[in-house]
T-cell receptor, first 110, second 115 residues
Framework: DAKTTQPPSMDCAEGRAANLPCNHSTISGNEYVYWYRQIHSQGPQYIIHGLKNNETNEMASLIITEDRKSSTLILPHATLRDTAVYYC???????????FGAGTILRVKS | DVKVTQSSRYLVKRTGEKVFLECVQD?????MFWYRQDPGLGLRLIYF???????EKGDIPEGYSVSREKKERFSLILESASTNQTSMYLCASSFSQAGAYQPQHFGDGTRLSIL
């Protein structure tokens, strides 16, 4: 029962912003949007999360639409090391497990 | 930085063997998790623990057990390994904040092959 929908793959030029979309039209009021990524041969890495306000940290920005039905992860200056599978997940405030879908394969090219 | 260390990156075992996968975290996290990751099936939770000596079943606990004798260490045990347990095993840990979800931090995984 998929809660999020992401494009299967995207390409981005090195140094440009990478904008990764995610649809979560059935999100409920107490569910957060989380983003993780998984670089080849490594474990998943937490990136950022938000409830309804836009968020920014040292890795990325998260833009959530006002109706909360979709969001966009922005990597402002993508590098080759950002090539990875990016997972958008919705988690209940008091949930305790991650369920990854297929994610988006982001390829950053020089 | 949080460090979650899994004892082996690659492991090959035989059917019927008892297999131990070890995980250690250095951030004093209360919660620890074991997942397996398979192509086309995504990430699936096997067991988790929210305190020493406490454990909860995840979605696919059959054929596995866990042990948490110390806060920093969480072990996954395959009681009698079978070929369908060939997989990538991932350990994660997180803080516990009044039960609310906190970001999980992962190790680099153990790729286990059962022959």
């Amino acid at each position: 029962d998929a809660k999020t929908t992401q494009p299967p793959s995207m390409d981005c030029a090195e140094g440009r912003a990478a904008n990764l979309p995610c649809n979560h039209s059935t999100i409920s009021g107490n569910e957060y949007v989380y983003w993780y990524r998984q670089i080849h041969s490594q474990g998943p890495q937490y990136i950022i999360h938000g409830l309804k306000n836009n968020e920014t940290n040292e890795m990325a920005s998260l833009i959530i639409t006002e109706d909360r039905k979709s969001s966009t992860l922005i990597l402002p200056h993508a590098t080759l090391r950002d090539t990875a599978v990016y997972y958008c997940i919705v988690i209940e405030e008091y949930g305790n497990k991650l369920v990854f879908g297929a994610g988006t394969i982001l390829r950053v090219k020089s | 930085d949080v460090k979650v260390t899994q004892s082996s990156r690659y492991l090959v075992k035989r059917t019927g063997e008892k297999v131990f996968l070890e995980c250690v975290q250095d951030m004093d996290h209360e919660n620890m998790f074991w997942y397996r990751q398979d192509p086309g099936l995504g990430l699936r939770l096997i067991y988790f623990s929210y305190d020493v000596k406490m454990k909860e079943k995840g979605d696919i606990p059959e054929g596995y057990s866990v042990s948490r004798e110390k806060k920093e260490r969480f072990s996954l045990i395959l009681e009698s390994a079978s070929t369908n347990q060939t997989s990538m095993y991932l350990c994660a840990s997180s803080f516990s904040q009044a039960g609310a979800y906190q970001p999980q931090h992962f190790g680099d995984g153990t790729r286990l092959s059962i022959l």
